[in-house]
């Protein structure tokens, strides 16, 4: 079907096309080696769609969205060579002269048209409807954001003047939207070929981007800068960000669909809502809607939480916040919410980065990577900015980690695969990680050379059934194999990376191995992250996750460097044993000249073992193994004589006739040009024959690679090429960190920012460790990973970062050690520090001066007081602390008699006293909802001038378990092992400036502490029919210890604690009684939202704290 309904008017000459709309002659002229023009014909086709501004904002908003991307491919083709006014391949970017490179730029381009080319995928697919513009449309081109990227638009302006001036204006033809639904998939495809144009040049998309944030901060049109900032919020958050930011700077802070257009939204209505408009003029409908409309200003920007999940099949809680009415995706609203972000490269390893690519219209959430929890803090969206407090979504992943842990076991069966895999050499393992870890061609390219990389080291393991059609059919059995237990490691079964390259042998995968399962690790990392994956497999386990984690991190972090071997110096042999040792080489010379080749290896081994510092003795042993056609004895004999005697040109000669045979021409010419210049003038004709031989072996091996018509046998020539730099023969592998500077700043600065006692004594160590370390010097395996930025993120990093500060504090590591538990808190002479998902980092996170950092929080400096009482030297001693608090459900949930999971989210008993109750009057819950004087704004707690302060912590200990402490009967564990498996319960100790007596509060359970983010345009109104629920007794601090269940309403408890130093006193009553709760703080929602937000319609924690 043709674009326009006039198919005659369609001309085609050669291989130009030009499709005329009506009189609008549009030149598409697709010429198949001109990509210049076919950009300028992409550019110019968007101009087809109207502009949308007289059908509402939301409309105009959706045209910009599109008008972005031609932004963007505009952009595109000014920074390679296309608009320029005299535009001529020698302008164009150098790599437009690679014909994959060229005939790729030309491919997408034409995508980007065909896009525009049929009148019925542009009505059926993306939701448009053909109009015929008026006069004064026609007098401007659709160019909504010309008052911005006047720059960017000047050669389209350019190359359309001449057109435009020829075009009968009234019978131009141009296409409207008429469903934002559908119009919002073409704008996603247009950008998905603007992204993969990015991929292609990417220091271009560097330019391109400073190039439009340029523009925008140039700009002084707000109409134009505001629909901007709309349009691309949560798509592209860069340009959002910086028209944010220039709105700001003209004063200009708030965005509202007023402020962006006053235009009245009409024509909304689509073809098939005409045949009810009859049903719709209904009075009583319209006293509805009437009524809807009001209650939805009411509730305009109103906090409304969605909670979903556990269900019978699944443990995945969600949560997530909304704003009634408005967008809760935008780029203000994120925020808004609190999450937390990394201040320094370093702690960027305490959050997981997603690896899988996924298309627009599916969320992360419901993809196979979305769907595993490795670890509940180390979501970037967990954490809220108030330390010892969560977010609203961190609220549903502590509801998902409890519901893992506690919940209702689930059956969750996986594919474990233990095919035979090829047997690897260590020189194509260490070949293959440096070319991954290069990158040097981006994925996708060349799918039939990725496939045979593949199948390289895993055989048809995972690739049989591939066959070159569909790269997602065989995820699952990368799942299955990186499932195995038996090769594998499993990185989230200890705290240690490092353990398995340079730990014990018989209890880690060693070094070949690791580099294995990272190589598979890399290969899928590939394939998820480079197209979009729509399916689901079975047996994306966190193992999987983990070992994507680490394959990311070795192959940025780490660098593998092959050294030679070092030869250490033997003892000097007596005059007599050198005798001795003679007489054997002597018996190797006669046996060597006889063609006895084994009795010359016998004899010169003799005389090895004798005296193993002599030159001559290796480089004849090589003589005789290189008859043997033992190539690598060979090699290694007389490496090892060059390393004794570096003088010895015979020996270099040797050793290039030995790599020679082994097929190495790189190192045997290497050594035969070391030989000719260790001989100099005595160099001779063997010598100089074996250098022109090693040098006509490598030109016969490239020869041989560049003629090959067989593309398989082609690439096994290249690799075998490249394998001679990665032979280990004589050599040794040295591991180097890429980032230990990077990581020794991010320690300290750590350090600075939880004022750590002993700072100076971990400058001076950390400093220097790394030199020390290269130098042959030794350090903790802790250590060790953090240098080389090798961990986990969550709580495998935050325990990392902690065990290397006190690894580098001299003064207490060799008595402190590394704690026992992930959790354990650390308690110095003068401050202690405690994790952030305990309860003691929930309870203490609001004392002054504390900051949570990388999963702690502290310092804090308040006496701790031990149960049983420690005696002086006790006092002193910086010692780990286990502490004991019950976990409990994180909400009042309800229970599902049916299935037996505790259900979160909305409660089904719960009726909305807003809504329509059974059996009222219609007619009388309208006007009761319509009436003005009924809508009421809630009065949040008055503020009370009570003092609270902490006076001490008190850690009881606790009996032993019964296992350890039959070990401590036994005698089996010394007593640092017994201090270590003991466990604590903490109690604090409180005074009030109106209670003579002191408080106590035993911390027994570990809550959950919730910081919701504001509502918008509050505070909001209640109706008098919901009042009830925020008319209730407020409960002051000091009355707390009173409490009992009874007097719970089964809805919201509210706590004032706005006095001075009372938000801990709640917190801590939370923890002694087992209830979660929602903290409001300055700055927060108003108090109906935040009611709500704890009710039942909400979190259903049922407790709000009300700080201020």
Known sequence: MSLFSNSKNVTVTGGNFHTIAGNQNINVNIQRDDPAQRWQNCVEVFDIVDSSHRYGIDYEIARVKLEVERIRLLEWG?????????????????????????????????????????????QERYGLHQITADQQENELRILPLAAIFKRAYAPLIRSSKDRQSNTPLPQKKLWAIRDKKKFEDMINEIRGFNDSLDQLFPDIKKFTTESIKADIGQSDDVKALQSLQEATTGGHDEISESASVRLEAMGVTTITGSQIGEIPRVG?????????????????????????????????????ISVFGPDRYSAIVRARPYWDGQDSDSWWGNRDKGFIHSTHASFDLYFKKPYTRRSRDVSFDHTDEGSVLLDVECHSKHQ????????????????????????????????????????????????????????????????TQEEAD???????????????????????????????????????????????????????????????QIILAKELALRIGSSENSGSYSGYTPRVLSALIVQDLWLRNVEIVLRDIRIAPQPLVTPENR??????????????????WQKAVDSYTEALKIDSNNAVYFSNRSAALLSLEDFDGAVYDAFVATRLDPKYAKAWSRLGLAELKRGYGNKAKAAYERAIEVAGSEATTLMKQGLADAKAKIAADIKAINEEKDQEKKDRLRKDFNDQDWDITYKTYEMHSCVHQQQVEGLLLFAEKMTWPYINEVRDYAEDVYGNLRSGGSCSLHVLDWLFGLTLPGKWMSFKIMATLVSCTPSISASLGTAEFYDCGL?????????????????????????????????????IEFIPPLGDDGKKKPRYIHINARAFSSTMGYDDDEDGVIHLGRRRDYVDPLHLQPDEDLEDWIVAVKDDDKWICPQPPQREFVTCRIESIRLKKLPLDVNVATQQANGTLTDAEIEAKTKYRASIVFSLDNNEDTVIYTLYTNPVFVTPPPCHSGPHSVHARELSRYLKDVWMVERLKDHTPEDFDDDVMIINATGNGTELLARAWCAERGKNAVIRRAGGPCFGCSVRTAGKDGLGVGVLIWVS
């Open 454 to 516: 593949l199948k390289e080291f895993f055989g048809t393991a995972l690739t049989t059934r591939f066959g070159g059609r569909d790269r997602n059919i065989y995820l699952g059995d990368f799942y299955s194999a990186l499932n195995r237990t038996d090769i594998f490691a499993d990185f989230t079964s200890e705290s240690l990376i490092s353990m398995h390259w340079c730990g014990p042998r018989d209890t880690v995968i060693g070094i070949w191995y690791m580099l294995y």
């Open 579 to 596: 005798i001795k040792a003679e007489v054997f080489k002597d018996q190797g010379n006669e046996a060597l000249k006889n063609g006895q």
């Open 827 to 863: 308690v110095l002479p003068k401050k202690s520090y405690w994790r952030v998902r305990t309860v003691l980092g929930r309870v203490l996170g609001c004392l002054p001066n504390v900051v949570s950092l990388c999963g702690w929080v502290g310092p804090c400096v308040i006496p």
């Open 268 to 304: 909304e209505n689509t073809i098939e809502d005409e045949a009810h408009l009859d049903e719709d003029n209904h009075p009583l409908r319209k006293l509805l809607q009437s009524a809807d409309s009001l209650v939805s200003k009411k509730h305009l920007g109103r906090l409304t």
């Open 384 to 447: 809220n900015i108030n330390p010892g407090t969560v977010t609203i979504e961190g609220f549903g992943l502590e509801s998902w980690g409890y519901e893992n842990a506690f919940g209702k076991p689930r059956e969750n069966t996986i594919l474990v695969s233990y095919a035979k895999m090829p047997e690897i050499q260590a020189k194509k393992l260490l070949r293959r990680i440096n070319e991954l870890s290069r990158g040097a061609q981006k994925f996708g390219w060349n799918p």
């Open 78 to 122: 000014n920074a390679v060579g296309f608009g320029t006014e005299d535009s001529n391949t020698s302008t164009f970017d150098a790599r437009l002269d690679r014909a994959e490179i060229r005939n790729t730029v030309l491919r997408l381009l034409g995508c980007v048209h065909h896009v525009f080319e049929e009148a019925g995928r542009l």
